[in-house]
């Protein structure tokens, strides 16, 4: 155990080509070949045995100084200590075959006293792949956007940096860099819009034409395609990834408790909030094309021409789940017929399916309060009991190729409905029906508006949409909350009836006329009317 070193040197033996190690003759010139040393590690967490080699050293002196230092870092750890030199043992195996030179003392023996991770030269990169490598327990939706902010973004920005060497001035160099590509994507957008604006604008016929047209085809082919630029939203989020990363490096105190995301400072985000399609939003998005808000609402009359567009549907039960009920689209076409109670009146939300890429997969809801039981009306039991009817058909008709996925919604053939092909499908019937565009999950946006105007308490619709706090329903439906408020002012006030009042009367009719003569009305009275007072009364 406490190592050695020796002298070596790579001469050969011309009969037989091999090494002639410690007995080659030339081995007398104490110039010849080179030291080496060796030290025995603690053995591997398999049991394995290993050692610490190193060469190249031009003297003894050299080698025997490695050594001893190699010998002080594995006298680190106390004697009855196995993870300790397990773990310097480890660092040192690393150090041998990467052939880096040793670590300091000191700070070696700080991390280890600190329970720190032994190797200081851990990038980024490094620690993000190791941390994201602990991350595939979580939902293949939140692996999957950590894995982008990751691979797009944090690594290749920040990748090749230490990590306890990170700072804000490097996230700062982040993100104007990525906001510096904002600007670049934004400007080669515009210049392949208005390119594709131009070939729409030549005519077909015609020799020039049609030179035309091949000569800008060509030229929108060599630009870069339209691309996404990366939003303040999706800074933030970037920027809760590493948040996520570093804490978790602190926690197993790879590096100091610093959190250098914590600190930058970016621009705030918004949120977009649900607007309702009122009559002149629609005549504004029919005049321009222009939708006010990403979130858009339908009004209750909408709602109902889409209900009415879709009865007799085979999914008519579904579409009216998501309407009235606010089941997400996941959650829309999961429900099985063992989470039915026909004589409760209820649906439990217990599943979800969920898209990755365009793979089908089954998992619990978004959250811990997405599992929740949803309490029925009498029409939608009844169509979800003609739904059972109908299934039992399809399964009939399509015998032993049926597929019995225990779902209350699928296909023809018994298989998963597919949630992309559900939110396509809904597009289709939304255009059919002649309304104004929103997405599939904006019907669920309208669930709660339905119930708001209904006046369900705001505690009762948020258990409902499966939402963890009210704030949350509070914080998405603010514009619609602002609406009702205005509303339920209006019919307030045309609740209580009301004399004519004989001084505004007054004020109005002299307003008139001093409108006529050009000049402010004088007040007579002492009343807070707004009209200019006698200059005796200003007095």
């Keep these: 155990m406490k190592g050695s070193t020796h002298r070596r040197c790579s001469c050969r033996d011309p009969k037989t080509g091999k090494n002639f190690g410690q007995s080659c003759p030339k081995l007398s010139n104490r110039r010849h070949g080179g030291w080496s040393l060796r030290h025995e590690l603690a053995n591997r967490a398999d049991g394995t045995r290993r050692e610490f080699r190193r060469s190249g050293f031009t003297s003894s002196t050299e080698a025997t100084k490695e050594l001893a230092a190699v010998r002080a870092l594995l006298a680190i750890p106390d004697e009855d200590d196995p993870a300790g030199h397990l773990a310097i043992s480890d660092m040192l195996e690393k ?162 408790n610093y959190n250098p995301a914590e600190h930058v400072e970016l621009r705030p985000g918004t949120k977009p909030k649900a607007l309702i399609w009122t009559e002149a939003r629609v005549a504004r998005w029919l005049a321009t094309g222009e939708k006010p808000s990403p979130v858009m609402v339908w009004t209750p009359e909408q709602t109902g021409i889409f209900l009415d567009h879709v009865t007799g549907h085979r999914l008519e039960a579904m579409w009216r789940l998501i309407a009235f009920r606010g089941l997400r689209r996941g959650e829309g076409c999961a429900p099985r017929w063992i989470d039915f109670s026909k004589k409760s009146r209820s649906l439990e939300i217990a599943t979800q399916l969920v898209q990755d890429g365009w793979e089908i997969l089954e998992g619990l809801p978004k959250t811990n309060s997405g599992i929740r039981s949803v309490a029925l009306d009498e029409e939608t039991v009844d169509l979800v009991e003609v739904r059972r009817r109908l299934q039992e058909d399809e399964k009939r008709e399509w015998g032993d190729a049926w597929k019995d996925t225990g779902r209350i919604f699928t296909e023809e053939d018994g298989a998963l409905l597919h949630p992309g ?69 209006e019919a307030v006030v045309k609740l209580v009836p009301r004399a004519p009042h004989a001084i505004r009367s007054v004020i109005e009719e002299r307003a008139v006329r001093s409108v006529a003569v050009g000049s402010a009305p004088e007040c007579t009275c002492t009343c807070s009317c707004g009209a200019i007072p006698r200059p005796s009364q200003a007095q």
């Design 95 to 256: 150090c041998a075959t990467a052939k880096e030179p040793l670590p300091d003392y000191d700070e070696t023996r700080r991390r280890l006293a600190a329970g720190q991770a032994l190797n200081p030269k851990m990038t980024v990169s490094e620690w993000l792949d190791l941390w994201l490598g602990g991350k595939k327990r979580l939902r293949a939706g939140g692996y999957a956007r950590y894995e982008v902010d990751v691979r797009i973004h944090l690594k290749p920005h920040l990748g090749q940096i230490r990590l306890d060497k990170l700072n804000v001035p490097h996230l700062d160099r982040m993100f104007d860099a990525i906001n510096e590509a904002n600007i670049e994507i934004q400007e080669q957008n515009a210049q392949r819009q208005s390119a594709v604006a131009e070939l729409k604008a030549i005519p077909w016929k015609g020799t020039e034409n049609r030179a035309r047209r091949k000569w800008v085809k060509a030229a929108i082919d060599e630009m870069p395609p339209f691309r996404r630029v990366t939003s303040v939203n999706t800074q933030h989020h970037i920027r809760a990834t590493l948040r996520a990363a570093l804490n978790t490096a602190i926690a197993q105190r790879i590096v100091p």
């Design 421 to 489: 092909k559900i939110s396509d499908l809904f597009d289709r019937l939304t255009t059919e029906a002649g309304l104004p565009p929103i997405r599939l999950h904006d019907l669920r946006h309208g669930a709660a508006t339905l119930m708001l105007a209904a006046g369900v308490d705001i505690k009762v619709i948020s258990e409902t949409l499966g939402h963890s706090d009210t704030r949350i329903t509070r914080d998405v439906y603010q514009a619609v909350l602002d609406d009702l408020s205005r509303a339920a002012a």
